[in-house]
């Protein structure tokens, strides 16, 4: 069981997922459409129904609002916004980084060092922000 904390912490990444995505430029040469706020909750409720599906079998609930939370900081708003698989294809993607399944051999570590150098420049990054 999830705890309400947890839950609604979750549900204000999305919200802040939803908000970043649904993106009403101030510019109206690029403006396609208007999103309204009911537009973005409506996105964030449906973040929130997939990224809740992820608290199965995890240990740590927090790691799921920190993800989401990461998502919204690093992800372009779509060219779809209203399509949401590509949420659960990036949490695939990033699981097995932060939870392994299985030892890798020596030949994973080349990969291994492209990813410490890459969070190595986003905190360094981070800090002079």
Known sequence: MI???IEDALLEKCRALAMWQLYNTDKPEYIKEIWSSDDREELAQEYFSITREW???EDDPWL???AV???TSQVPPTSDPKETQWITR???CFYPLVRP???TGPEGEPFFEDIR???SQAEEWGRQA
């Open 90 to 92: 990036l949490w695939a």
């Open 3 to 5: 705890s309400k904390e």
């Open 55 to 57: 608290f199965a079998g």
């Open 117 to 119: 150098k890459g969070m």
């Open 64 to 66: 799921v609002v920190r």
């Open 69 to 71: 939370g990461y998502f």
């Open 101 to 103: 399944g299985v030892g």
